[in-house]
């Protein structure tokens, strides 16, 4: 097995974040060599190879049971090793993944890596589809709409009441594949505003319950954070106004014991049209 080294990407306060093992040179590993590495430690787990296309990198991603076209939080902890390493000097970089290219700067004055993501793509459920995904949830079926929500792998948005009782959930987890599979998500992401930090930035709680990752819970998500921010966004539900574009944070790992806090911020094209949004979050390297 080629050398792993473990990180944690979108820590709060130095504690929690999401677990990436990460190979920085997988130049002739195989796909289930590959897949082996993040089943062998049960996290999504990152790959760093030369882009075929022209850009810094070629990035690939596995979790226990499968490979997936993008992950945000292993690749904002990616190019952070890559920056402690001294491999990536620039302000600037171009990333190569099955989801397309992913755009990266370096905050120097924060120490962080903020990546691009898409504008969001939405589609709200029907009354069924809901009913079901509030079941699945062990909530009461009516009680709650259901909307797809995607700037790269779907992920079901669920808005709930209070973080106590998004705390409190109780999925149904063996019947978690089959549900989502039936409303074409790759997981669920419930959610409920929380209070803001001092500053007035929003905070949001969110969990994450993936399809078939291989592990019932995921304690930080990125693409789900920035479909979330996305969907908020569209929906006017950031800024007092109802317009202002917004930043957010976006904390998710509670209920697992390992807090985390992904940050989402608007973007814009040279043109200054919106262009989907900025991901980051704190990283630190990992001990376990």
């Not at 049960?42 to 049971?65: M, T």
């Not at 019947?175 to 599979?181: D, H, R």
């Amino acid at each position: 097995m080629s050398e792993v080294k473990l990180i944690r990407v979108f820590v709060r306060d130095g504690r929690g974040g999401n677990p990436v093992p990460l190979v920085a040179d997988a130049r002739g590993m195989s796909a289930p060599a590959m897949q082996d590495v993040a089943a062998t430690y049960g996290h999504e787990s990152a790959f760093v190879l030369p882009s075929e296309i022209g850009c810094d990198w070629r990035f690939r991603f596995f979790v226990p049971q499968h490979e997936m076209e993008m992950c945000g939080h292993a690749t904002v902890g990616t190019l952070w090793a890559l920056r402690q390493w001294g491999r990536w000097t620039t302000p600037t970089a171009r990333i190569e993944t099955l989801s397309g290219i992913v755009l990266a700067y370096w905050d120097d004055a924060s120490q962080r890596v903020w990546i691009s993501q898409p504008a969001v793509r939405t589609e709200m459920l029907g009354a069924g589809a809901s009913g079901r995904v509030a079941m699945q949830l062990g909530l009461p079926a009516g009680s709650y709409a259901a909307i797809n929500a995607a700037t790269s792998r779907v992920k079901t948005l669920i808005h709930l009441p209070s973080v106590a009782v998004l705390d409190g959930l109780q999925p149904d987890f063996p019947t978690m594949e089959a549900l989502c599979a039936s409303i074409d998500s790759t997981g669920l992401y419930p959610y409920a505003f929380g209070a803001p930090k001092a500053d007035g930035e929003p905070v949001v709680h969110a969990r994450q319950f993936p399809k078939s990752s291989g592990y019932p819970e995921d304690a930080a998500t990125g693409i789900a954070a920035a479909a979330l921010w996305g969907y908020l966004n569209q929906a006017g539900k950031l800024g007092d106004d109802g317009r202002t574009v917004s930043s957010i944070a976006v904390w998710q790992g509670d209920a697992m014991g390992s807090p985390s806090e992904i940050l989402v911020a608007p973007r814009h094209a040279d043109s200054g049209a919106p262009d989907g949004c900025w991901l980051s979050g704190g990283v630190a390297w990992s001990d376990a």
